[in-house]
C-alpha cells in the first residue's frame, strides 16, 4: 500500500523542498501544494522506474559525494592555471577509453555525469555494448594513470554503492 502511495519517498520530498525553493516563501498552503505535487508526480511516473537501482552503504553515497566535490575544486583551481599560465602549444588533449566494470545504467550514467563534471575532463561516448566509456581530458602527461584514476576514485565507489 506505501509503496502504491509513495513509491519514491526521497524524490516526494525533494520535490516538496524544490517546490518550496522557486516559490520562495514557506507558507502553509506553500507546503501543502509542495507535499502535493511531491506525491502526485512519483505516483505518476512509478510506471517508468520499474527496476529502479537499490542503493546500499549510504556512508559510501556521502564519501562519494565529498570526494567529487573536492575533485572539481582542485580540477577547478587546475584547469584555471592552465588557461592563465600554459601556452596552447604545450596542451596535450587526448583520447582516453575507460574500460568499466559497472553494468548498472545508473551508475554508468553517474560516472560519466561525474566525469563530465570535473571540469578538464569530459565523457564523449559510451561503448555500443557498454563495456567501456571514452573521456577526453584537456591535458594529460599520463592516459594510463588518469584512466586507473577514474576507475579507483569514481567506479569503484560506485559499483560498492549500486552493485
Known amino acids: 500500500m506505501r509503496k502504491r502511495l509513495i513509491p519514491h519517498p526521497l524524490l ?5 523542498l524544490v517546490w518550496l ?6 507558507t502553509l498552503g506553500n507546503l501543502l501544494l509542495g507535499a502535493l505535487l511531491g506525491l502526485i508526480i512519483p ?3 512509478a510506471p517508468y522506474w520499474p527496476d529502479r537501482p537499490k542503493l546500499s552503504r549510504p556512508f559510501t553515497v556521502v564519501r562519494y559525494v565529498l570526494v567529487v566535490l573536492w575533485d572539481i575544486v582542485v ?3 587546475q584547469v584555471a592555471l592552465m588557461i592563465l599560465f ?3 602549444d604545450d596542451f596535450r588533449s587526448e583520447w582516453v ?4 566494470e559497472l553494468t548498472s545504467p545508473e551508475a554508468i550514467t553517474v560516472l560519466a555525469g561525474t566525469i563530465t563534471m570535473t571540469p578538464g575532463t569530459v565523457s564523449a561516448t559510451l561503448s555500443a555494448d557498454g ?9 594529460t602527461d599520463d592516459p594510463e594513470g588518469d584512466r586507473d584514476r577514474i576507475k579507483a576514485r569514481y567506479e569503484r565507489p560506485l559499483k560498492e554503492i549500486f552493485e
Open 21 to 26: 525553493g522557486l516559490v520562495n516563501k514557506v
Open 86 to 88: 600554459k601556452r596552447n
Open 131 to 139: 563495456h567501456a566509456i571514452l573521456v577526453h581530458c584537456l591535458h
Open 97 to 100: 577509453t575507460v574500460p568499466l
Open 12 to 16: 516526494s520530498i525533494m520535490l516538496t
Open 75 to 77: 580540477a577547478n583551481v
Open 43 to 45: 505516483m505518476i511516473t
